[in-house]
């Protein structure tokens, strides 16, 4: 399977963006596709995730009440709708598919493939 991220751009804080993750290939053996970040000098934090069987969903506190994930099967596609954006949003954001169970939801480590990351500005 591969993935592809898109949807990236530069927004005044207080905006909104919409991020999609296409997946290419079947996602049947795999889980849940979540949604990470990446900052200048920080280390990969993991912030949204849906299970591909029941679109459980799961957040970061850190975005928990601005960020929304939904998918469309028939698309094979992921969003990510950002609202309220903040400066300490600004990152290159990154999809990945894999297997996590429910305690390693957020963790890089679970997830198998990887889409390419597309930026985020946020500027104040």
């Known amino acids: 399977v591969q993935l592809q991220a898109y949807g990236g751009g530069s927004v005044q804080a207080g905006g909104s963006l919409r991020l999609s993750c296409v997946a290419s290939g079947s996602t049947l053996d795999y889980d849940a596709i979540g949604w990470f970040r990446q900052a200048p000098g920080k280390e990969r934090e993991g912030i949204s995730s849906i299970s591909l069987s029941d679109d459980d969903t799961y957040y970061a506190d850190s975005v928990k009440g601005r960020f929304t994930i939904s998918r469309d099967s028939a698309k094979n596609t992921v969003y990510l709708q950002m609202n309220s954006l903040k400066s300490e949003d600004t990152a290159v954001y990154y999809c990945?598919?894999?297997?996590?169970?429910?305690?390693?939801?957020?963790?890089?480590?679970?997830?198998?493939?990887w889409g390419q990351g597309t930026e985020v500005t946020v500027s104040s």
């Open positions: 990945a598919v894999g297997r996590p169970i429910t305690s390693m939801i957020m963790r890089s480590s679970a997830y198998y493939y």
